[in-house]
């Protein structure tokens, strides 16, 4: 009887320790699945994009100085400064991360932004090196200024959109490897409570069996 139940035991034992290591499995994968990502695609569009956007802040920052800067030397050289403080390299970086299709399409709307906004500042630089300092004011504040807004929103949307999945993606990790600790430890134990179940059952039927003998054995008094 007690070999009967040290087999049911082992049984559910390895029934349970499977389905534990197959849920443990399936954690460990989707962990590591979630920190991949992060490493390979959040982390660098996160790094990418905001260093565009500190570029374009930067760059507009000196494009708006032209309009108060009074001798030709300096324009000419604060326009230099923008043309070489390009952002093209962040951008080809962060295309080459896109994850998902709304990642994608969030890119591709910054790319039209970008190309509207410096197709009008190469129109706004020309003005200023012409020094028609006044068509280039009208210019700035009729279309220049409000295209480098939609062009800076679009690309803070995506510096928010990585940060928001960078943060999902945290979380994701953090709640499994907080609950997967007390899985294993709920195995170890059941199993125990099933061992020390299953040896008192075994123990106490062995301690009856051996009374009911003994009484069986005992002589009767005449």
């Not at 534990?20 to 991949?36: F, N, P, T």
């Not at 994009?49 to 494009?63: K, P």
Request: proline share 2%; glycine share 6%; with cysteine.
């Amino acid at each position: 009887m007690f070999q009967k139940e040290v087999i049911a035991l082992g049984l559910t034992a390895i029934i349970i320790f499977t389905l534990v290591a197959g849920a443990a499995s399936l954690a460990i994968r989707a962990v590591e699945r979630d920190a991949k990502l992060v490493a390979q695609d959040t982390l660098p569009g996160l790094v990418n994009a905001g260093e565009a956007l500190n570029r374009i802040q930067e760059n507009w920052l000196n494009a708006t100085l032209l309009l108060h800067t009074p001798d030709a030397p300096t324009r000419a050289r604060l326009i230099e400064k923008v043309n070489t403080n390009a952002t093209d390299a962040f951008w080809e970086k962060y295309q080459e991360s896109i994850f998902g299709q709304r990642d994608a399409d969030t890119f591709k709307d910054m790319q039209q932004c970008r190309t509207e906004f410096i197709a009008l500042r190469k129109e706004y630089f020309e003005l200023v090196a012409a020094g028609k300092m006044d068509d280039a004011a009208r210019l700035y504040e009729s279309q220049l200024k409000a295209a480098f807004e939609k062009y800076r929103n679009n690309s803070l949307a995506l510096f928010t959109y990585n940060a928001d999945l960078g943060q999902s993606r945290a979380d994701r990790i953090l709640q499994i490897s907080t609950w997967t600790p007390f899985a294993l430890a709920g195995f170890c134990v059941l199993v125990l409570m099933l061992g020390v179940f299953v040896g008192f059952k075994a123990t106490l039927g062995a301690f009856s069996g051996n009374w009911s003998e003994n009484l069986g054995t005992t002589p009767s008094k005449s």
